[in-house]
């Protein structure tokens, strides 16, 4: 009977275990697993363009981008990731005609790459910026069988900055992101940054990488954080090296010393706009926060691009 009961004991250690590991590897998978469709995204009410949107500003605004394109070719650049996975991981360079050291470094979102990122590099290129705009890892043309959420990619940030002072050792650098490019330059903003990085700007990104997943978790699955989180928290740092809970724009916030304008939509409900309160309040150096009133996610240039613009240029003209 003993007998029996230690084999049945054992028999549901191993189910459970099996159970654990196949929930975490398919939220992994669903995810995080770089070059998979993610079928998510599709459709996706809280990614529906807002009526905020004026069809006029965004017509114009694509028209001016489309002719950007086809007046400037981008230059490739490339950086091989300094963890033991040696990725190579590739950038658009876009060399300014007028000679001065301001440079950005514009950062996509989640399953976009720096071919989705025209308007910005464009704004930036048509105020005097060189640019450089990276494809994170496992998306566009970098290499990556997993999507960092900016927490390595932070790693990788720091040689894309050196990189570019080894071009220009005068150059006056600004961080620029949209979205997980919003997460990507606030985790970076808590590393030890050159003085050649004076501001960095942040569009709409999470406040960690746990925050947005329990949010999507429970409204995409209607699945509460444990033991669901745990499990793929688990696969993650298998996988992909890193864990879901420390991978946190808060605590990178709270530790920058470099200037942060953030700028969130009020509508915004695929990164909650509250969590922009969670970012601004945890930085403790120069800052300003832009709310867009009925921009939803990623939405805040189309739905006020003057007032975007002109917020960026007034606090990144402070520090450069």
């Known amino acids: 009977m003993k007998k029996r009961i230690t084999i049945i004991l054992g028999l549901l250690i191993v189910v459970m275990g099996v159970t654990y590991i196949g929930v975490g590897n398919y939220f992994y998978n669903f995810a995080l697993k770089a070059n998979d469709?993610?079928?998510?995204?599709?459709?996706?009410?809280?990614?529906e363009e807002s009526i905020a949107v004026?069809?006029?500003?965004?017509?114009?605004?694509?028209?001016?981008?489309?002719?950007?394109?086809?007046?400037?070719?981008?230059?490739?650049?490339s950086i091989v990731s300094k963890d033991k996975l040696q990725l190579n991981l590739q950038a658009d360079f876009y060399q300014n005609g007028k000679e001065n050291h301001k440079w950005a470094i514009v950062v996509h979102g989640y399953t976009s790459s720096a071919e989705g990122m025209t308007r910005y590099v464009r704004n930036f290129y048509e105020q005097g910026f060189h640019v450089v705009a990276p494809d994170l890892?496992?998306?566009?043309?970098?290499?990556?069988?997993?999507?960092?959420?900016?927490?390595?990619?932070?790693?990788?940030?720091?040689?894309?900055?050196?990189?570019?002072?080894?071009?220009?050792?005068?150059?006056?650098?600004?961080?620029?992101?949209?979205?997980?490019?919003?997460?990507?330059?606030?985790?970076?903003?808590?590393?030890?940054?050159?003085?050649?990085?004076?501001?960095?700007?942040?569009?709409c990104g999470y406040s960690s990488v746990s925050d947005v997943f329990v949010y999507q978790l429970d409204d995409l699955f209607g699945l509460p954080e444990f033991p669901v989180m745990n499990a793929a928290n688990t696969v993650t740092n298998i996988r992909a090296g890193y864990d879901l809970y420390e991978a946190s724009a808060v605590d990178q916030v709270a530790k920058s010393e470099k200037p942060i304008l953030f700028i969130h939509g009020n509508q915004d409900t695929f990164v909650p706009y509250e969590m922009l309160d969670k970012v601004y309040d945890a930085a403790a150096v120069e800052k300003e926060k832009l709310i867009i009133n009925g921009a939803g996610h990623g939405e805040a240039e189309k739905v006020d691009p003057q007032a975007y613009w002109r917020t960026i240029w007034e606090f990144v003209g402070r520090f450069m």
């Open 37 to 47: 469709e993610k079928e998510f995204m599709d459709d996706n009410p809280h990614l």
């Open 137 to 203: 890892r496992g998306h566009g043309e970098s290499e990556g069988e997993y999507i960092g959420m900016g927490w390595h990619d932070r790693l990788d940030m720091l040689q894309w900055i050196n990189g570019i002072i080894e071009v220009d050792p005068n150059a006056e650098i600004v961080l620029f992101g949209v979205s997980m490019g919003g997460a990507t330059v606030m985790m970076t903003a808590g590393e030890d940054l050159p003085s050649n990085v004076k501001v960095i700007v942040e569009d």
């Open 54 to 77: 004026m069809a006029e500003v965004a017509e114009a605004a694509e028209l001016a981008d489309n002719q950007f394109e086809s007046d400037h070719g981008a230059t490739a650049m």
